[in-house]
């Protein structure tokens, strides 16, 4: 939209939506399907995982995972993307997947490694699991915390 800037070596996937007046800094990842709204700024080397969705006004200094919607000062995860998921035909058990895998990562006060070895024992092998746990361990600059208010 208006008045974007996408800096230097980023990738954006396909079907993503930046809002007015986004400010990627370079080397930024955007997977697939993912939507950032509008006066969103977003520092350089940042991963934002596929299918998720940024709240206006937001500062992204840490990786946001995929599925998820993330809002709040300081950037935090408040749910999944329940929206975009129905709208690309995610199917409720799916959605309840990943809702108990991302309340073992924020919901449950663990620590991230302590949080991942509980997804990998417990949860079957499928696509979007392995997604989460590639993506988490892969990020270099942390992923955003949880929100607990």
Not at 63 to 87: Q, T
Request: aromatic residues 8%.
């Amino acid at each position: 939209m208006a008045n974007t800037h996408i800096g230097h070596d980023c990738f954006i996937g396909n079907n993503c939506v930046i809002g007015f007046n986004v400010g990627m800094s370079g080397e930024v990842y955007v997977g697939d399907w993912a939507n950032i709204s509008g006066l969103t700024a977003i520092h350089q080397f940042s991963n934002i995982g596929e299918n998720s969705m940024i709240s206006g006004m937001s500062r992204i200094v840490k990786d946001v995972p995929p599925y998820i919607l993330a809002a709040h000062e300081p950037l935090s995860y408040c749910g999944l993307n329940l929206v975009g998921l129905k709208r690309r035909d995610f199917e409720n058990q799916k959605i309840i997947e990943l809702k108990e895998i991302y309340k073992i990562i924020f919901q449950e006060k663990r620590n991230i490694t302590q949080a991942l070895k509980i997804i990998e024992d417990n949860f079957e092998s499928t696509v979007e699991r392995d997604k989460i746990i590639a993506f988490i361990k892969g990020s270099n600059r942390g992923i955003i915390k949880g929100n607990f208010e």
